[in-house]
């Protein structure tokens, strides 16, 4: 039997064909707008039925026996029941906000988010915690500070793309489809990254940018744009605010001024502002390499800025303003009285949004292990990996294995459910019913549905939340007796039913599409405008205008011991075949592909007596791993490309251990993880 769902297990959030035979998946497919012939197919999602049948799956909870050496099976009556008294236990000993959850993993967010802050609050706890300052919200929060929300590339329709700092084809398939789209069509194609990828072999030009200074290289793209007045004047007249601000800004970072520090020259900086300026409509897929750096709130300010100075916000074939979905919100913030949250430092990105909540996660650390600004001993951690993920995994892993009650949701035994004193047992995708975040932020909505019951007694996350509010005696505000229940709740206001949903695949739009909606509502800002400058930064002592005060700090890790670290090593993309750490374990997903390396230049190579396969040793002041080199000009000379995400495969190769979280953006607490100074050297 074929049945039509989304597939989650990486946040792309395809629409997926799926044949099932009983209780059991047997194949999955992506379904997109091109022909079958050439539609790209995705890795990880041909391995889906591995995945879910795979004998690593947790599928029984298990409590950490009173020994401490090892777990034993238990019911989730009993599973459920101790999760709860440890709830309650801690607030009476320490208060409510003693207790965190920590939510992971993108690819599933969606209503489990708003259900886990629901139950939080509740609870009286206001330290639910995303990895936001590490992924794409602070990028959302940047664009939201300019035009009010986060864009949505069209590049079908473009005749110019930009692709900065995202490896479609490892991460986005339905953008790298599109951009083939758009290319057999004539579209100019522009690539922005330091590592040499599938897709900027084929661009028309390629920007080699130095790791971590996009920013900059969009203010010399604004100052050639308004120099040469490339810009939409009608547009900044009408819809912007602070243009006078931003010119004077960005005539300090002309292409002769900053193109040394890009690695990078002056006539590349003027070509790619002129083919971007000229070649109407365009769009801009930005992605996480942008993410991880400390500036990337500025950086992806400036970026935004671009989108409106050439009048390509909100226009077909242009980057789209979303349409949201009028659902409810049901996170029940109103509640929640008494501590600040973990991350109060950082209010501005706190609040910018009335769903996003917290998001910098390194502060669940300092509340481990500093106790600031105050302790934290217990923490439910769901779909994530934190020991591995986390920036300086180090003090991450000595954090998570400090805390008096740790609570891990997954589907797989990981570094960090090691670690745990309960773990509860998750369902798949394929395995449970939910609306995805972009399908509430955005038309049209998709439900993602159940296709097979859950693998063994695993638990979908929706009903573990909903037990343990239950438990912890808020059956009042858990009322639903099915997920299906709770979605037609949240989807209230729409008038859409889950009925109605799954009776019109692949899904169901609100409304006819529209684009330049700002003419007549404006933008959802203060001002009602695009803000070039921002005068709620400026309240809060924060740059006004991106990069106003100079290019700030160094965007590198340890730039200031260079000199005993003379490499910049980056983190590598990620590999199509698994999301994150997960999925290392599956046997056909190990299968090809170019595995645990660090790329490192001929040249390089060389100098350092490496051959390719040979074992070496990469270093900072913060750690060690081990890994088989790769002879590659893929990387420039000076600089190596490190495999990310093995830390779960091989202990030596977390590449994390490398990386630093003293040192965040004042803004959204991001740090510098991204890119940094090493030493490279054989193994002996």
Same mark, same amino acid.
């Given at each position: ?19 099932? +035979? ?195 290289? +969009? ?466």
């Amino acid at each position: 039997m074929k049945k039509d769902t989304v597939c989650s297990l990486c946040s792309s959030c395809c629409p997926v064909e799926v044949e099932v +035979a009983g209780h059991t998946l047997v194949r999955a497919r992506r379904k997109s707008l091109v022909a079958p012939a050439n539609r790209l197919s995705c890795a990880r999602l041909a391995a889906a039925a591995d995945i879910v049948t795979s004998p690593g799956r947790l599928t029984t909870p298990l409590i950490r026996t009173s020994n401490g050496a090892d777990f034993r099976e238990s019911t989730w009556e009993e599973a459920i029941a101790l999760v709860a008294q440890k709830f309650i236990d801690h607030k009476e000993q320490a208060g409510a906000q003693s207790v965190a959850w920590l939510r992971g993993m993108a690819a599933d967010w969606g209503t489990p988010w708003d259900y886990a802050n629901r139950l939080m609050n509740l609870f009286g706890s206001p330290n639910t915690i995303g990895n936001g300052s590490s992924c794409s919200v602070a990028r959302d929060m940047a664009q939201s500070y300019t035009y009010g929300s986060m864009a949505f590339p069209e590049p079908r329709q473009a005749n110019c793309i930009i692709v900065w700092g995202k490896n479609v084809d490892n991460s986005s398939l339905s953008a790298a489809e599109d951009i083939r789209h758009a290319m057999k069509n004539g579209a100019k194609i522009i690539v922005i990254d330091p590592v040499r990828t599938a897709l900027a072999n084929r661009a028309d030009l390629w920007l080699q940018i130095k790791p971590g200074h996009d920013g900059l290289l +969009a203010m010399a793209m604004i100052h050639v744009i308004i120099s040469e007045k490339l810009y939409e004047s009608d547009f900044v007249d009408r819809y912007t605010v602070g243009f006078a601000e931003l010119k004077k800004t960005a005539a300090q970072y002309s292409p002769r001024a900053v193109s040394e520090q890009l690695w990078l020259t002056a006539e590349q900086i003027r070509l790619v502002s002129h083919i971007y300026a000229t070649a109407k409509p365009a769009s801009i897929i930005d992605g996480n390499g942008l993410d991880m750096h400390r500036e990337v709130f500025q950086s992806t300010r400036a970026i935004a800025m671009l989108r409106a100075l050439t009048g390509n916000l909100d226009k077909p074939g242009g980057d789209a303003l979303p349409k949201p979905v009028p659902v409810r919100n049901i996170q029940m913030r109103e509640r929640l009285h008494g501590a600040l949250p973990i991350t109060h430092e950082y209010p501005l990105f706190n609040s910018f949004s009335d769903t996003w909540g917290n998001q910098v996660q390194g502060c669940v650390i300092d509340a481990i292990l500093d106790r600031s600004p105050y302790p934290l001993n217990m923490v439910v951690v769901q779909s994530g990996n934190p020991v591995i993920t986390m920036a300086d995994a180090n003090r991450a892993r000595k954090a998570f294995a400090r805390l008096e009650t740790l609570v891990v949701i997954d589907m797989f035994m990981t570094e960090t459910a090691k670690l745990a004193d309960v773990i509860l047992p998750a369902s798949s995708c394929f395995e449970k019913t939910q609306l995805n975040r972009s399908s509430i932020r955005n038309n049209p909505i998709f439900l993602q549905r159940g296709v097979i019951p859950p693998v063994g007694s695993s638990w979908p996350d929706w009903k573990i939340v909903f037990e343990l509010g239950r438990k912890l005696g808020f059956a009042a505000e858990f009322p639903w007796t099915s997920v299906e229940e709770a979605i037609d709740y949240q989807l209230e206001p729409t008038g859409i039913t889950v009925k109605e949903l799954l009776e019109n695949e692949p899904g169901f739009r609100l409304g006819a599409h529209s684009y330049e909606k700002y003419k007549g509502k404006g933008f959802d800002t203060p001002s009602g405008k695009v803000e070039f400058y921002s005068p709620r930064l400026a309240q809060a002592g924060f740059a006004a205008v991106p990069f106003q005060d100079g290019p700030g700090d160094s965007s590198i890790g340890f730039a200031d011991c260079s000199d005993e670290y003379p490499m910049l090593g980056m983190s590598g993309s990620r590999d199509i075949r698994f999301t994150n750490t997960q999925f290392r374990t599956i046997p056909s997903l190990l299968k090809d592909g170019a595995g645990c390396i660090v790329d490192i230049h001929p040249d390089d190579a060389r100098l350092k007596i490496i051959a390719d396969g040979d074992e070496i040793r990469v270093e900072t002041p913060k750690g060690a791993i081990e890994m088989k080199a790769r002879i590659s000009p893929l990387v420039r000379a000076g600089t190596v490309c490190i495999a990310w995400g093995w830390g779960e495969y091989d202990a030596r190769s977390n590449l994390n251990v490398l990386t630093e979280d003293d040192k965040r953006s004042t803004i959204t607490g991001t740090s510098t993880s991204r890119s940094f100074m090493c030493r490279v050297r054989r193994r002996a």
